[in-house]
């Protein structure tokens, strides 16, 4: 069975400054790997996935992850942070024809 | 893109009564849908797993007399919470995967449940 790992409950920023959100992973087979982001009493937004292909991986509004095998990790990263980014952002894995298992979140905060 | 609606979007139910909630697939065909159930500040539970015409499957502790799930056609999943009580207010997310791309999965905007 497949599982995620999100280390970090919060991690805050500073407006302008890189953003990176951890994510760790277990499957059994081949990962299919994705971010989403939640807001307040808001559904799951899809942000990037990987599936196969480049390690590198862009997403929506500037996200981008890197998928690293070696180290089973996935993390989330932003270049230059945004006040609007705070969010809760979840990690989740699927291994082949199973079903999406995610983390436990991470809050974003993003400070002025 | 793919999107999933639900309905409704809040519901407020009285203890004892039962709920229904809808999810749909509005421009792609789901073979397969999931409900999630989430709690204030807590990352998503998976409940069941629904296939097209088929009996839900369900995590283990989910009482399946309790959630009652059907999934009549490719584009349309319910959850109906029975007998509702307080414990089981929450916020519900759907999710179905698309049955031509297999490995895309979407979200509903979720339905927030509060049972008085």
């Known amino acids: 069975a497949q599982s995620v790992a999100q280390p970090e409950d919060q991690v805050n920023v500073a407006e302008g400054n890189p953003l990176t959100v951890k994510c760790t992973y277990s499957?059994?087979?081949?990962?299919?790997l994705f971010w989403y982001v939640q807001y307040p009493n808001r559904g799951l937004q899809f942000l990037l996935k990987?599936?196969?292909?480049?390690?590198l991986v862009k997403g929506s509004y500037g996200f981008e992850a890197e998928f690293n095998k070696s180290q089973t990790s996935f993390h989330l990263k932003k270049p230059s942070a945004l006040v609007s980014d705070s969010a809760l952002y979840f990690c989740?894995?699927?291994?082949?024809?199973?079903?999406?298992?995610f983390g436990a979140g991470t809050r974003l905060t993003v400070k002025p | 893109g793919a999107v999933v609606s639900q309905h409704p979007s809040w519901v407020i139910c009285k203890s004892g009564t039962s709920v229904k909630i809808e999810c749909r697939s509005l421009?792609?065909?789901?073979?397969?849908m999931f409900w999630y159930r989430q709690f204030p500040k807590k990352s998503l539970m998976l409940m069941a797993t629904s296939n097209e015409g088929s009996k839900a499957t369900y995590e283990q502790g989910v009482e399946k007399d309790k959630f009652l799930i059907n999934h009549a056609s490719l584009t349309l999943s319910t959850l109906t919470v029975t007998s509702a009580h307080p414990e089981d207010s929450s916020f519900y997310i759907c999710?179905?995967?698309?049955?031509?791309?297999?490995?895309?999965?979407?979200f509903g905007p979720g339905t927030r449940l509060t049972v008085t």
């Open positions: 499957v059994s087979g081949n990962p299919y």
């Open positions: 421009d792609f065909q789901a073979t397969t």
């Open positions: 990987y599936i196969t292909g480049d390690n």
């Open positions: 989740a894995v699927r291994d082949q024809g199973d079903d999406m298992r």
């Open positions: 999710s179905a995967r698309d049955l031509f791309r297999d490995y895309e999965q979407y």
